[in-house]
């Protein structure tokens, strides 16, 4: 079975710092792009970041460019994103997904078939 686990949300204040981590289990992803994508309340769910195979390409939205980072560590089949000047429009369940079908980093959700659970973090202003 093939298990994708956020682990590194919480409550934080404005300005500060959280690293979200994503270990997946079940299945390899190595050779696949993996991305982060979050839902705030009464919002539809929106790309954050997406990390290509090999790590050499990356692509954000716009909000988070130059706060956030994505990157990853196959050999522990793990996928993190340093969130640095969290704001609280940042506040947000946070959602980590597995494309088996491509490469690339890619921002369309409709190219991620594996999601994680989510986990909440909360930015205080």
């Known amino acids: 079975q093939v298990q994708l686990v956020e682990s590194g949300g919480g409550l934080v204040q404005a300005g500060g710092s959280l690293r979200l981590a994503c270990a997946a289990s079940?299945?390899?992803?190595?050779?696949?792009?993996m991305g982060w994508f979050r839902q705030a309340p009464g919002k539809e769910r929106e790309f954050v970041a997406a990390?290509?195979?090999?790590?050499?390409?990356?692509a954000y939205t716009d909000s988070v460019k130059g706060r956030f980072t994505i990157s990853r560590d196959s050999a522990k089949n793990t996928v993190y994103l340093q969130m640095n000047s969290l704001k609280p429009e940042d506040t947000a369940v946070y959602y980590c997904?597995?494309?088996?079908?491509?490469?690339?980093?890619?921002?369309?959700?409709?190219?991620?078939?594996?999601w994680g659970q989510g986990t909440q973090v909360t930015v205080s202003s």
């Open positions: 990390i290509n195979w090999n790590g050499a390409s990356t």
């Open positions: 997904a597995a494309a088996s079908g491509t490469m690339r980093a890619a921002r369309a959700a409709s190219e991620y078939d594996y």
């Open positions: 079940g299945r390899t992803f190595s050779r696949n792009g």
